[in-house]
C-alpha cells in the first residue's frame, strides 16, 4: 500500500497544475487562429 501511495504521489507532482493547462490551451487557441489566419492568406 505505501508503494502505491507513493507512486500516487509522484504521479500527481508530474501532472500540470491547472494554470499551466490554461496556459497551453491559450498558447495552442493562439497558434489555431494564426495558422487559419495563414491558411486564408494562401487561397
Known sequence: ???ATYNNIRIK???PSQEQLAERVRLLQKELQ???RLMNKNK
Open 1 to 3: 500500500m505505501g508503494v
Open 13 to 15: 507532482d508530474a501532472l
Open 34 to 36: 494564426e495558422t487559419k
